[in-house]
């Protein structure tokens, strides 16, 4: 198959990626995926593993509720549940003005078929005696949940590889180009051939897209995670807040996991680090929250690649360059939840033309004539 | 108990609890010791029957570490006893 | 140079020696150690109050211990030596620290990594009983606290360390029930011509046997299958003799471990290349003879840049600060760092003998069942890594860690590590190097969540 003509070639193995593949291979298409590293070890994996559709921007809404029915139906779809649990997604006020913005949101969300839960602080202490005194209110999105990053992407992959894609690690991408009639693409030392081309490279996309002469303002961001030890289970919603600069979920085994902030990181060697003085500022907001932590060690923290957009929504749609190239990348910190429906949205795009859902929001033409990105720092 | 005191020594003592029962220790004993000298075993351990006792005994591997009365909970094969420590090891039921 | 800021990790043989050769070359280095008093785990001193004569801690290395205790007293004034203090994160110029004042952060030119070594796990059914203990555990609990890890001990193991700590168990009146080593006597042999090159450890180590034997400490060979058994806690150890019998030994305590292993995770989080060692099984940091590694200004010296003991450690420290001095363009005897160059090379060979006499008893994980717990922290059991390793096709450690939690824990994989990489190999039919090591991650030991103790 190899030295054929695939139908589709994949350029980068997140979840996106890997759920795509899957997809298109039921629809019987060849599929090649390209990996410059480990299927789901960017963004897919390296996230705090919220599963939330509450707070998300209205335009991604239809997207997320698509995602959210495939969380449901992981252990049919990829043979486990990748530790998915639908705890519920608990939203934090800390003064008045966020409050308002809580009962505001939840005024707006209805219009989109979210039916959010609002209390003020006395329930929210009586709800959830483990929230400090800081919290003054709280909107629930109880369908919302939580999953394990490190196993989505991969199960994704070994999915798709079962249904007879072609999974190629550490086979870096360095260039592809449109050829009249298809699509060559170097990758791994070997140059391969495929009719149509998917660019789901996260960060790396802004550099896909402007292969095709469609540069976007991409910029990288790597999100500063932290665990800590097993603690006695308590905290049984996953936990955000107003301004979203802290965000907090417990697993069954007992860590504590927590980020805000941005790491530091190097897009050219795919390097990256989490900062000790970003990590601090998570940990006193999230104390803020949830004082009784205070006892708990930190045992680990890190941070990886994702791709922001300045308007921080996602690229999504066909390239208005290159024919049959399907771009889907840039989700700006908030991909995870997504990726399994951004599968099945690109292979409609592949094999129709088209997607059920509403993607105009995120056509890549919004960005024509934008200035490239600044260089990261 | 799990440790001996293979070479007994003077000093000054200093008194502790364990359990809420009161045992004495020396100056210059670690936590580790001073509770082994008087105890099974450290903790429970979370993800599974039975207690634990630490392992390496230099810092290293993580596995001592015992929780204090008030809360805080320190690896007790590098800390020093001090007096009026209150452990809680949590394993006389295990 | 008096403000080029040096910092020495370590306050072991290598990094005392580093200290005192950057004092000679006329830089005043940072010296940080987790420890209230110098020594590093082979010379660690016991807490003020349980002081011993040195002759009963450190044995034939009493005058050795003594002489790197007294560097710390020579030194005092003309090093900035932050004792009790964990380096908890490199990155960029700079370490996290967390010290008895709280955390703060250490801006470095130059560094030189004196991390040492922790004792080498292998895993085996009930190795995390109450009163099992590393082999390195249960001689601190001697040295340091006057203490045994039990009233009637077994030792097994696979390198020199194990007749010197059942020796030293002995002196101190415990009741040595068993000696077990997993290697077989034949390979002693085997190692003999390189370790010829340091007579005098190897007469060191004849005599501990000789005297273990004298004393009746029943000592066996080429042992397998080693099980802890008791209920709540060890009460037997079973073994296989190396002619395959079946043998139970009753203890209350245990004492194993199967060499020594690099603490390398501050090498990898500066950004250091790694290389695989062949000889010791494990990732090392990659560097020349005289210490320094892939990055500019940074240096390993001692265990923490690959097993070479005590004595190489010293020489190694004291190399590696001969190179920073050097690379900082300051004068430096040359006829000094070729002496320090040769007696390296000469501990070199016998290190080889060494690791011959004491081959890795890849045995042990050979044949352990799936049910055996592998990763202490987190109670997982081999059985996971091997389903990661040939179900969930994982190629390397890191991957296996992600899939199952492995090395995920409070020590980082310390301890479960290089058994993890030896299984996955096994597992996938590969290489052992294929297996590749768990990456460093900030922070390399547990730190408290209080932010006012971080700011």
Known sequence: MSVGVFDVAIVGGGTAGCAAALALRKRGMSVVLLEKGQCGAMASGTNFGGVRRQGRDFREMPLATRARAIWDRLPELVGEDCEFRATGHLKLARDAAEMAELERYARDARDHGLELSVVGGNAVRALYPWLGEAVTGASLCPDDGQANPRLVGPAFARAARAAGAEIREFAPVTHARWTGAGFEIDAGGATLRARLLV??????????????GEPVPIRPLCPNMVVTEPVPYVI???????????????VERGNVIFGGGRGWGDTARAISRPRADVARDAMARTLAILPWLRDARIIRTWTGFDGEMPDDIPVIGPSRTTPGLIHAFGFSG???QLGPAIGEIVAELVADGRSASPLAPFAIARFAGAPPAPAPR | MQFVRLKPRDGETVALTIDGRSVEAR?????????????PALRRFEFGDGARAGYCLMGACQDCFVALADGDRVRACTTLVAPGMAVRTGTRDV | MSDTRVVVVGAGPAGMRACAALVAAGLTPILIDEAARSGGRIYQQPPQGAARPGRELYGFEAAKAARIHALEAQLAGRIDHRRETLVWNCFEDALDLLGPSGPSRQPFDALILATGATDLALPFPGWTLPGVYALGGAQIALKTQGCGIGRRVVFLGAGPLLPLVAWQYVQAGADVAAVLDATPFAAKLRGLPNMLFAPATLAKGAYYVARLLAAGVPMAWGVGGPRAEGDGRVERVHFVTAGGDARVVACDALGASFGLRSETQLADLAGCDFVFDRRTRQYVPARDVAGRTSRRFVYVAGDGAGIG???????AGERAALALAEDLGLPVDVNRAAFLDGRLARLDRFRRGLETAY???????????DDTMLCRCEGIAVGALRAAARDKGAPELNRAKAFTRIGMGRCQGRMCGRAAAELLAAARGEDLARAGRLRGQPPVKPIPMIPELLS
């Open chain 1, 199 to 212: 660019n789901v490279a996260g960060f790396w996309g802004g550099e896909v897209a402007a292969w095709f």
């Open chain 1, 236 to 250: 049984d919603r996953s936990i955000g807040v107003c301004g979203g600069n802290v965000y907090v979920r417990q």
């Open chain 1, 334 to 336: 908030h991909g995870f």
């Open chain 2, 27 to 39: 100056a210059g004993d670690t936590l580790m010791t001073a509770i082994l000298l008087h105890a």
């Open chain 3, 309 to 315: 003991g005590a004595d190489a450690a010293e020489l």
């Open chain 3, 359 to 369: 081959p890795f008893p890849a045995h042990l994980l050979r044949d352990i069942g």
